[in-house]
Each structure stands twice: as C-alpha cells, then as structure tokens.
C-alpha cells in the first residue's frame, strides 16, 4: 500500500513538471528521431539515453525512481528489450515499460504484453509513428496512474474485508463464551440450590450430634482440670529438685579437697529431706566394679550403715552386682520380696532393719563407676514403691554428686602429678625452659630462674623468651627453635658469646627437643640448658694442645713436602740413569745389580707419594678437581695400565663394567685411579696364580643426602640426578688372616707375601683409599678367606653430566667452609654445570684470598655457630670493596626465618636455604652469573 502512495505521488508530481523517460536505443537515428518526436509536442520531458539493455539496468540501479517511463527498442546488443524488460520486472522497478521494434508481428506482440509490457509501438515511418509516440507515452503514463489506483483500491478493499472478517470472528467468539459462560451459570446455580437443601438437613443432624459432644467434653474437661492439677503439683515437684540440684552444683564449685566428703554427706542430707526416706549413700567402684572404694552415707536416724563395707568385694554380694553391672535400676518395695539368690543381700539388709530400697547404678565417661541407693528403714513402715518421674530425678541427682566426686579425684590426683611433675622439673641439673610456637614462655624450672637471675617464674612465664632473657624485642638472629619447628628434629648448641656474658661467663651445652600432641603436632620445644663450662675449660686444653699438634702436623707437612721434593730430584736422577744404562751392554751381574737399584727407586718413589698424600690428609689439605669424565674409557686405561704387571705373573686381569652406568660422570679422575690402582695393584701383588677383576655396577637409587655419610653439605637431590657406583676388586691371592682383617684399614699395617720374609709396601695405601673414598661420600669394605682371596668394595655416589641447552659462561668460584665432604659434593655440583672451583677455610683465608686470587663469585657454608658470619660476612664484603672488588656473595645456611634479612643487611647477595636441591642451587648460579 505504501508503494502505490509514494507511485501515485510520483505521478502527480510528473503532471507538473518535465516527464523523465529513459530512453534504451542503440540506433543514433532513432534516438534523434524520438527527441524530435517531442519538440513539437505539448509535453515537457527529459530524456536519458543508454545505448544497451545493461547500461540501462545500470541507471535503473542506481536511482529507478528518478524516472517516469521507460523506452527499449526490442533488438540490441547484448541483452534484447524483451529480457531487459523482464529484468526490470525481476527486480520489482515499478515502472511503465513501452517496446518498440522496427518489425512488428502478432506473436512478437502478444509475447511482449505478456511479459508484463505496458505497451507495444512499430516503428513504421510510414504510419508516422513519431507522431503517435507522444499520445502513446501520455496513454502509457495515464493507464499506469490508473492501474496504481487500482491497485490501491484493491489493497484497501482487502484489508477492510480481511478486517471485517477478524471482527465478525471475534465477536462469534464472544457471543459462544458468553452462552457457555450462562450454561455453567444455570447449573451451578442448580446445583448449589440442592447442595443447600443438603446442608440444611446435615447441619439439623450436625445440631443434635454437637449437642451430646458437649456434654461428653464438659465431663472430660472435668477430669483434665483433675489432672493438670496433679501435673502442676509434679511441677513444683520438679521445680524444687532443679532448685536441689542448683545448690547441690554450687555446692561443689570451688570446694577444698579437704572439704570434699563433708559436701557429699551434705548433698545426700538434702536429697533425703526432698525424698522423705531414712537413709541415702553413694558407693565408688574400683575399675571393673570388683570392690567398693569408698562409701558417703547419711542416715536421718543416725544410726550405723555401709562404712564396713569399705573394701568389700562386690563378689560378695553377686545379685546386686551383676544387676548393676548390667546397668539395671534395683528397685525392692519390699524385703520379703528378694529372691532366694540374694541371700547375702537379704542377711545384710535384715540386720540394718531396711524395709524397702532404690539403688541406681551411675555411669562415668560410660562405664560404671558406683551406684546411689535410698533406704526406707522405719520399722513402722510397711513399704515404699518409688515412681518412675522419681527414679529418674534421683538418677540426674546420683550423676551429679558421683560424676563431681569422680572429678574431684581426678583432679587430686592431677594436682599430685603436676607437684610431682614440678618437683622433677626443678631438680633437674640442668635449666629447663618450655617455649610454645610463639616463643612465649610456658614453664621453667628452679635453675633457668637462678641461671638469669629471675626471682619468681611469674615474671618470665607468658613473656617471649627473647625479652625475658635478652631484653629484646625481635628474636635472636640465628635462633635455631625454628629450625626444631621446621625439622621437628631435636637439636643441640653450644652458647654464644654473648649469652655466656648473660650468663655470668659460664658455658652451656643446649639441647633442644620438639613436643608433640596425639596427632604428631609440634607444640611447643623443650629446652634444656647443661653447665658444661668445667668441660669446656677440658675443651679449651685440648684444643690448645690440637692446635699444638696441628701446628707440629702442618710442619712435618711442610717438611715433608721439602724432603720429598728434595728426594724426587736425586730419585728421578737414579732411576732416569738406571733406565739408560739398562738398555747398555753389560754383564748378567751389572744388569741384575742396575734393575734392583730400579725397582728400589720405584718403590722409594711410591712411599714419598704416600707420605705426603697421607700427611695432606691429616691436616685436611686434601683438594678434589671434578670433571667431566668418561667412565668407561678411564676404567680401560686403567686396567690397561695396569695389565703388564698382571702378564709378568701370568694373572688374568679383567674388567666388567656395567652398560646401564652413564657414560659421563662428574668426578675426580685423579682420585679414582689414585684408588684403583692401590686396590689393584695390591691384588696382583698378593696373587700368585688365578685371575684379578676389577667389576663396577650401579646400586639401587637412592637420595644422595642419604649417600654422604653424614655430610652437612645438604645438598638434596633426586634419583634421576645421581648413580651410586659400586667399584669391586676381586682377587685369588693368599687372603687376609683373621687376626689382620680389623686392623686392616689402620696406618703402616702390612701383610707378608708367600716366599717372602718382610711385608712390602709402606703400609699407607689402604689408609689413603678409606680417607678418600670417605671424603667423596663413600663407603669401603673388604671379604676376604686366607688362601682363598679377597674382594675389596667401595660405594662413590656420582652426579649424572648433563648436556647444556646452551653455551654457559665458566665461572671461577672462591668455595668457603671447613667440611671437606660438604666442599666435595658442592665442587661436584659446580663442575656439573661447568663452573671451576677453589675450596678455602676460615673466614680470615677468605679475606686473605680476597685481594690476590681471581674469581666470580663466593659462596660461602655457614655451618659453626661459634662464628659471628653476619659480622664476618660484613668485614669479607669491606674488604671486597677496599680492593676495588664487587661480586656475588652467597650463604648456605639452616633455615631461619628471622636471619636472612641480617645476611642481606650484612652483604650478602642472596641466601640458599639448607636442604636445597642441584636444581635451586643451578637457578642462583645463574641469576648471579650475570653480576659475576
């Protein structure tokens, strides 16, 4: 409908002004011809020409509405004006189409009305139809206004019939509600009608019903007035035994052990004045209710009763007791009522005059632990028979006094055990002091109070134990509770300094021990402070006089070193001219005189390397040099090496060598084969006829913390990162006598070969190997059956070599600590990751170090408690400075929360906590490397 508008407007507004005809011919004749059709016309229009069908589909697309009428010539290039105007229609132009031809046939015609043309024009000149063109287009123009008219008609019409139609359907429908809405009326309407003469006749029966209720619930209400009296009356009954049991419980609070039975007979004397009875009592079971414990009794008679029966066995009186035990309330209204059973009861009760009882038995922490009874014992009264509601008010009441009695005891017997428990405490040697997780304070005994000078444990209990003793207010800086906590492992110190001038110059020996609960919850550490000053002034002697023979053994080191150097020159010289004139002509004497100087010199040379690689052990001079090696190839060269001298003997030497071992390992070459080759040659030695084999296997995994032996290295690794190697030199020689085996790895001990009359060697080689393999984390040990053979095994737990993802810049690191196998395993984890290393001692080494050697970075091992390293680390780090020096310092310490700050504060750069994996230690060789 809105089209037909906007199209009517359009054609309104083209009455009035120029007609726009878009003209598609591609003939110039014919399109000046069509323009001139109209200059002598009365119309005013506006042609647009377009040579092709899609030139014209063009125009059309890009403004339809701003033209009137459109005119096409049938034949043209491309597309013809028939499929040009069906495309028009396609695209819904609504537009009045004209089509003109040059040669005209009905067929032609008819085609083109069907396609939806408007209308249809020959172009015959003859019939002058130039002059006709312009009445045609004004008829065209006038019948498409006409046929939009129409249309519009048509549209309007249909929307009001479609609109009548809705309104005839709607109201048909309401009219249909409304009779079906009048129908339910009428019925309902019935029905209600009959519904009421229903009710009418029900409510005449309801009235006569309801009239005899009535009557039956006046008569009941008369009878449950009755009883809520007697209800109410049980509730003052009730209310006064709550009352009874307030004061009874308030009677207990606070009350003195001495004054315990005095409130019990109390409590029973009120019980027996709200029950009215002659006599009421308690009885404490022992465990397993076998005997009376103890008895509280009141009689309103003041007459004698159960205080004979302190300790009396329950077995003596099995009914009552196996009726207890089972937890059943004995209930007698009347004595001539027992069984024949209780005649033990029946001769006890007869002789106290006991006319009826009540004994309840009552529960402590769910096992029976005593009972209360009532007696009713008046020889003028025939009987009683206690209610139920009683029963169980009497019950609460027996809980009450009994369970407070049993916690009373308790609680003696606690007090007992805590004075106990404090006198122990307190006569202790030694000074006890109870630290919870927060350092406060908890118990201390006699000593720690006299040790600091406290004069009442009020004044340090509750308080940090760094206040109360320091008169601090942060913890102290290297504070190893901590690390108890952490650890929940005991541990043990020496005193600093400065708290032995606390201490009034006295020495401590410090034990610390972690507390835990049920669960294995630490909560709280005790700490144990032992005088050990007379035993440190023994220590201090005995220092004195190691470093005495320290200082002897550096200079017979020293010595050593010169006299060994001295006697290798003149040896080489011996042994080098022996070799030449060996190979000279001489006689049988000369040459067998020339090859005993030889072989003298070799082993002349072989005790001048003993001696001072066993005096380089001893004063702990040792060095290791890790390396990348190949294990395999070593252990060739190895037995190669050693193969002559097996040959000489005709000994078969061999070597099995596992193939699950790594092929690059992290270890020292030296050392190994200074190892091996002792082992080794002894084995050839002391074998005349046989085999040697020298075999290495991997052993099951294992951490290799587990694997130090001990160490303080802390250096925490996992299976994948480390192999365990077992090495094994097995022999068919003469073996080791039994009286020799313990001895064996002991300083100059020697074995004596068959066919000879003095030992050989001197007697160092095994002592070298225990030393070393002990100092690479290892193990050795040896089997061995006289004229059987020997087996001698040692353990080396080896770093895997591991390929670098990249190229890594070689660091020189200065390595400081006093533990040569804690030095050991971090210089394996440095050449691991291709680092070269240089171990030094003490703190004054590393300063003396610091302004001559070349390297990267320092790390240090703090592992002696007895050294200040935050103040050391201070004076390393001046020190660095006064020599123009700036490089990463690190410390590998215990974990203690409170004394990295110090360290950092101090100088150092970072600090690694011990146990630390190879892999956060790679992680801050790198993060410092760049610094380096």
């Given at each position: 409908?809105?089209?037909?508008?906007?199209?009517?407007?359009?054609?309104?507004?083209?009455?009035?002004?120029?007609?726009?005809?878009?003209?598609?011919?591609?003939?110039?004749?014919?399109?000046?011809?069509?323009?001139?059709?109209?200059?002598?016309?009365?119309?005013?229009?506006?042609?647009?020409?377009?040579?092709?069908?899609?030139?014209?589909?063009?125009?059309?697309?890009?403004?339809?509405?701003?033209?009137?009428?459109?005119?096409?010539?049938?034949?043209?290039?491309?597309?013809?004006?028939?499929?040009?105007?069906?495309?028009?229609?396609?695209?819904?132009?609504?537009?009045?189409?004209?089509?003109?031809?040059?040669?005209?046939?009905?067929?032609?015609?008819?085609?083109?009305?069907?396609?939806?043309?408007?209308?249809?024009?020959?172009?015959?000149?003859?019939?002058?139809?130039?002059?006709?063109?312009?009445?045609?287009?004004?008829?065209?123009?006038?019948?498409?206004?006409?046929?939009?008219?129409?249309?519009?008609?048509?549209?309007?019409?249909?929307?009001?019939?479609?609109?009548?139609?809705?309104?005839?359907?709607?109201?048909?429908?309401?009219?249909?509600?409304?009779?079906?809405?009048?129908?339910?009326?009428?019925?309902?309407?019935?029905?209600?009608?009959?519904?009421?003469?229903?009710?009418?006749?029900?409510?005449?029966?309801?009235?006569?019903?309801?009239?005899?209720?009535?009557?039956?619930?006046?008569?009941?209400?008369?009878?449950?007035?009755?009883?809520?009296?007697?209800?109410?009356?049980?509730?003052?009954?009730?209310?006064?035994?709550?009352?009874?049991?307030?004061?009874?419980?308030?009677?207990?609070?606070?009350?003195?052990?001495?004054?315990?039975?005095?409130?019990?007979?109390?409590?029973?004397?009120?019980?027996?004045?709200?029950?009215?009875?002659?006599?009421?009592?308690?009885?404490?079971?022992?465990?397993?209710?076998?005997?009376?414990?103890?008895?509280?009794?009141?009689?309103?008679?003041?007459?004698?009763?159960?205080?004979?029966?302190?300790?009396?066995?329950?077995?003596?009186?099995?009914?009552?007791?196996?009726?207890?035990?089972?937890?059943?309330?004995?209930?007698?209204?009347?004595?001539?009522?027992?069984?024949?059973?209780?005649?033990?009861?029946?001769?006890?009760?007869?002789?106290?005059?006991?006319?009826?009882?009540?004994?309840?038995?009552?529960?402590?922490?769910?096992?029976?632990?005593?009972?209360?009874?009532?007696?009713?014992?008046?020889?003028?009264?025939?009987?009683?028979?206690?209610?139920?509601?009683?029963?169980?008010?009497?019950?609460?009441?027996?809980?009450?006094?009994?369970?407070?009695?049993?916690?009373?005891?308790?609680?003696?017997?606690?007090?007992?055990?805590?004075?106990?428990?404090?006198?122990?405490?307190?006569?202790?040697?030694?000074?006890?002091?109870?630290?919870?997780?927060?350092?406060?304070?908890?118990?201390?005994?006699?000593?720690?109070?006299?040790?600091?000078?406290?004069?009442?444990?009020?004044?340090?209990?509750?308080?940090?134990?760094?206040?109360?003793?320091?008169?601090?207010?942060?913890?102290?800086?290297?504070?190893?509770?901590?690390?108890?906590?952490?650890?929940?492992?005991?541990?043990?110190?020496?005193?600093?300094?400065?708290?032995?001038?606390?201490?009034?110059?006295?020495?401590?020996?410090?034990?610390?021990?972690?507390?835990?609960?049920?669960?294995?919850?630490?909560?709280?550490?005790?700490?144990?402070?032992?005088?050990?000053?007379?035993?440190?002034?023994?220590?201090?002697?005995?220092?004195?006089?190691?470093?005495?023979?320290?200082?002897?053994?550096?200079?017979?080191?020293?010595?050593?070193?010169?006299?060994?150097?001295?006697?290798?020159?003149?040896?080489?010289?011996?042994?080098?001219?022996?070799?030449?004139?060996?190979?000279?002509?001489?006689?049988?004497?000369?040459?067998?005189?020339?090859?005993?100087?030889?072989?003298?010199?070799?082993?002349?040379?072989?005790?001048?390397?003993?001696?001072?690689?066993?005096?380089?052990?001893?004063?702990?001079?040792?060095?290791?040099?890790?390396?990348?090696?190949?294990?395999?190839?070593?252990?060739?060269?190895?037995?190669?090496?050693?193969?002559?001298?097996?040959?000489?003997?005709?000994?078969?030497?061999?070597?099995?060598?596992?193939?699950?071992?790594?092929?690059?390992?992290?270890?020292?070459?030296?050392?190994?084969?200074?190892?091996?080759?002792?082992?080794?040659?002894?084995?050839?030695?002391?074998?005349?006829?046989?085999?040697?084999?020298?075999?290495?296997r991997p052993l099951a995994p294992e951490t290799f913390s587990e694997m130090s032996s001990g160490s303080k290295a802390d250096l925490s690794?996992?299976?994948?990162?480390?192999?365990?190697?077992?090495?094994?030199?097995?022999?068919?020689?003469?073996?080791?006598?039994?009286?020799?085996?313990?001895?064996?790895?002991?300083?100059?001990?020697?074995?004596?070969?068959?066919?000879?009359?003095?030992?050989?060697?001197?007697?160092?080689?095994?002592?070298?190997?225990?030393?070393?393999?002990?100092?690479?984390?290892?193990?050795?040990?040896?089997?061995?059956?006289?004229?059987?053979?020997?087996?001698?095994?040692?353990?080396?737990?080896?770093?895997?070599?591991?390929?670098?993802?990249?190229?890594?810049?070689?660091?020189?690191?200065?390595?400081?600590?006093?533990?040569?196998?804690?030095?050991?395993?971090?210089?394996?984890?440095?050449?691991?990751?291709?680092?070269?290393?240089?171990?030094?001692?003490?703190?004054?080494?590393?300063?003396?170090?610091?302004?001559?050697?070349?390297?990267?970075?320092?790390?240090?091992?703090?592992?002696?408690?007895?050294?200040?390293?935050?103040?050391?680390?201070?004076?390393?780090?001046?020190?660095?400075?006064?020599?123009?020096?700036?490089?990463?310092?690190?410390?590998?310490?215990?974990?203690?929360?409170?004394?990295?700050?110090?360290?950092?504060?101090?100088?150092?750069?970072?600090?690694?906590?011990?146990?630390?994996?190879?892999?956060?230690?790679?992680?801050?060789?790198?993060?410092?490397?760049?610094?380096?």
């Amino acid at each position: 409908m809105q089209n037909s508008l906007m199209e009517n407007s359009d054609l309104n507004a083209a009455a009035h002004r120029s007609i726009r005809i878009l003209l598609v011919e591609d003939v110039e004749h014919d399109r000046i011809a069509f323009r001139r059709a109209f200059r002598n016309s009365s119309m005013n229009v506006e042609i647009t020409e377009r040579k092709t069908g899609i030139d014209a589909l063009t125009a059309l697309k890009e403004g339809h509405k701003f033209f009137d009428i459109v005119v096409s010539d049938y034949k043209m290039p491309g597309i013809n004006g028939m499929e040009f105007y069906q495309e028009i229609l396609r695209r819904k132009y609504n537009l009045p189409l004209v089509l003109m031809t040059g040669y005209g046939t009905e067929n032609l015609a008819i085609k083109a009305f069907k396609s939806g043309v408007d209308d249809y024009l020959v172009k015959d000149t003859a019939q002058g139809y130039l002059k006709l063109l312009p009445v045609l287009i004004s008829e065209v123009l006038d019948r498409h206004s006409e046929k939009s008219a129409c249309r519009k008609a048509e549209t309007e019409l249909e929307k009001h019939r479609k609109h009548l139609e809705e309104m005839v359907s709607a109201r048909t429908r309401e009219l249909q509600e409304l009779n079906e809405k009048l129908k339910r009326e009428i019925s309902e309407r019935k029905y209600a009608q009959e519904q009421l003469n229903i009710h009418r006749d029900s409510l005449k029966e309801l009235v006569k019903e309801r009239t005899g209720e009535l009557k039956k619930t006046n008569r009941t209400l008369r009878l449950e007035i009755k009883e809520r009296r007697k209800t109410l009356e049980e509730l003052d009954k009730r209310y006064e035994f709550e009352k009874l049991v307030a004061r009874i419980s308030s009677s207990f609070v606070n009350v003195p052990p001495e004054k315990l039975e005095e409130t019990v007979t109390s409590s029973l004397k009120s019980i027996l004045r709200f029950t009215g009875d002659d006599r009421a009592y308690i009885f404490l079971f022992s465990q397993e209710a076998t005997f009376i414990v103890k008895t509280y009794e009141y009689s309103a008679r003041k007459e004698a009763g159960y205080g004979s029966l302190n300790g009396a066995k329950n077995a003596d009186y099995l009914w009552i007791t196996n009726k207890l035990k089972a937890l059943e309330i004995v209930h007698v209204p009347n004595l001539k009522g027992l069984p024949p059973e209780a005649g033990n009861e029946r001769t006890l009760w007869n002789s106290m005059g006991i006319v009826s009882m009540l004994v309840i038995p009552i529960l402590h922490s769910g096992v029976l632990a005593g009972c209360m009874g009532l007696n009713v014992e008046s020889a003028k009264r025939t009987g009683k028979t206690w209610r139920d509601e009683d029963i169980s008010l009497l019950k609460i009441a027996g809980e009450l006094v009994l369970n407070t009695v049993k916690y009373k005891h308790s609680e003696l017997l606690i007090m007992k055990a805590h004075q106990q428990l404090r006198s122990i405490i307190d006569t202790i040697p030694g000074a006890v002091n109870v630290i919870d997780l927060e350092h406060n304070i908890i118990d201390v005994n006699l000593n720690m109070l006299k040790y600091f000078g406290v004069k009442n444990r009020n004044d340090v209990i509750g308080r940090k134990c760094y206040t109360a003793y320091k008169c601090s207010q942060t913890p102290c800086s290297l504070c190893p509770l901590a690390n108890v906590l952490k650890t929940g492992e005991p541990s043990s110190r020496m005193t600093t300094m400065e708290e032995e001038e606390m201490l009034g110059g006295k020495t401590f020996k410090i034990y610390m021990s972690p507390v835990k609960d049920e669960n294995g919850e630490i909560w709280a550490v005790v700490e144990c402070m032992v005088d050990v000053s007379d035993l440190r002034r023994v220590q201090k002697a005995l220092k004195k006089a190691k470093d005495a023979a320290d200082n002897t053994t550096r200079m017979k080191t020293e010595f050593l070193a010169r006299i060994t150097h001295e006697l290798k020159t003149p040896m080489n010289a011996i042994m080098g001219f022996a070799g030449i004139l060996l190979d000279s002509d001489l006689t049988e004497e000369q040459r067998k005189s020339l090859s005993i100087i030889k072989s003298c010199s070799v082993n002349m040379l072989a005790l001048i390397n003993d001696l001072l690689d066993i005096s380089r052990i001893e004063a702990g001079r040792v060095r290791f040099l890790p390396a990348r090696v190949s294990l395999g190839k070593s252990m060739e060269e190895l037995v190669s090496s050693m193969k002559p001298h097996a040959d000489f003997k005709k000994l078969d030497l061999s070597l099995d060598i596992s193939p699950d071992i790594p092929d690059k390992l992290i270890l020292d070459p030296l050392r190994l084969n200074q190892i091996l080759v002792n082992l080794t040659g002894n084995a050839i030695k002391f074998t005349e006829k046989g085999d040697v084999r020298v075999r290495v296997r991997p052993l099951a995994p294992e951490t290799f913390s587990e694997m130090s032996s001990g160490s303080k290295a802390d250096l925490s690794l996992s299976t994948s990162e480390i192999t365990t190697l077992h090495f094994s030199v097995r022999d068919t020689g003469i073996g080791i006598p039994v009286s020799m085996q313990s001895s064996l790895f002991d300083a100059a001990s020697q074995i004596r070969r068959p066919n000879s009359n003095f030992p050989e060697g001197s007697g160092l080689g095994l002592v070298i190997c225990k030393q070393l393999v002990n100092l690479m984390c290892g193990e050795i040990w040896f089997r061995s059956d006289k004229g059987k053979g020997s087996t001698f095994n040692f353990t080396l737990p080896l770093l895997h070599d591991r390929k670098p993802s990249a190229k890594k810049p070689e660091l020189h690191v200065l390595l400081a600590g006093n533990e040569p196998v804690s030095q050991y395993m971090l210089q394996s984890a440095l050449a691991l990751y291709g680092h070269l290393s240089h171990t030094v001692g003490s703190p004054q080494e590393i300063t003396r170090f610091i302004g001559t050697g070349t390297y990267d970075m320092l790390i240090i091992e703090i592992n002696s408690q007895k050294i200040d390293w935050i103040e050391a680390i201070r004076k390393i780090r001046t020190k660095m400075l006064e020599a123009g020096k700036s490089v990463p310092l690190i410390a590998l310490m215990p974990f203690i929360p409170t004394a990295e700050k110090n360290f950092i504060d101090a100088g150092a750069t970072a600090c690694l906590f011990k146990p630390f994996t190879l892999k956060a230690f790679d992680e801050v060789l790198k993060k410092f490397s760049a610094q380096a």
